[in-house]
T-cell receptor, first 114, second 114 residues
């Protein structure tokens, strides 16, 4: 079975500060992909960042970076220089090579405070 | 179209009624997914189409739920004898087939069963 756990239901951060969202997962497979998705009130899931499990280097996308610890099965998201537009639900997700079926966590609601 | 389109945006129906939810994927995307997102939860996989056929329908909760994609493009999720527990946001996503491809989500249909 695959499970994705996000232990922080809600978080807040001051504008321009840095925040880290946690995610752990469980899988018996060796090849997989990990994702962070953002879901604003519009409900549309937007890809923030993606990590291939076979790559040791942590993925980065502008202000967003991850800390991928494969042995610990941990995949945290760091948002630097937080902006008001970052306020949203953030979901960690896992998928495998065959197709793009995702296994999502329960989400973290992030609020950026002006 | 430019993105994944889902209609209607919101649907209110009475318990026991039949509903159809429509998903229009990005042109050229062969893979199409349906997810259900209950309040306060992450999306849960329902069904995956590769072309016209359902490659994986293991997430459908029971036989009241059915989905089709007759021409390999638009998909319809059908729910018979709706129950109040079916109330959720139903998300659709599409992608090109294969590993390391990005899935694009629609804005979902919020179904409320009263």
């Amino acid at each position: 079975a695959q499970t994705v756990t996000q232990s922080q239901p809600e978080m807040s951060v001051q504008e321009a500060e840095t925040v880290t969202l946690s995610c752990t997962y469980d899988t018996s497979e060796n090849n997989y992909y990990l994702f962070w998705y953002k879901q604003p009130p519009s409900r549309q899931m937007i890809l923030v960042i993606r990590q291939e499990a076979y790559k040791q280097q942590n993925a980065t996308e502008n202000r967003f970076s991850v800390n991928f610890q494969k042995a610990a099965k941990s995949f945290s998201l760091k948002i630097s220089d937080s902006q008001l537009g970052d306020t949203a639900m953030y979901f960690c997700a896992l998928s495998y090579n065959t197709g793009n079926q995702f296994y999502f966590g329960t989400g973290t609601s992030l609020t950026v405070i002006p | 179209g430019a993105g994944v389109s889902q209609t209607p945006s919101n649907k209110v129906t009475e318990k026991g009624k039949y509903v159809e939810l429509r998903c229009d994927p990005i042109s050229g995307h062969t893979a199409l997914y349906w997810y259900r997102q209950s309040l306060g939860q992450g999306p849960e996989f329902l069904i995956y189409f590769q072309g016209t056929g359902a490659a994986d329908d293991s997430g459908l909760p029971n036989d009241r739920f059915f989905a089709v994609r007759p021409e390999g493009s638009v998909s319809t999720l059908k729910i018979q004898r709706t129950e109040r527990g079916d109330s959720a946001v139903y998300l659709c996503a599409s992608s090109f087939y294969g590993r390391n491809t990005e899935a694009f989500f629609g804005q979902g249909t919020r179904l409320t069963v009263v």
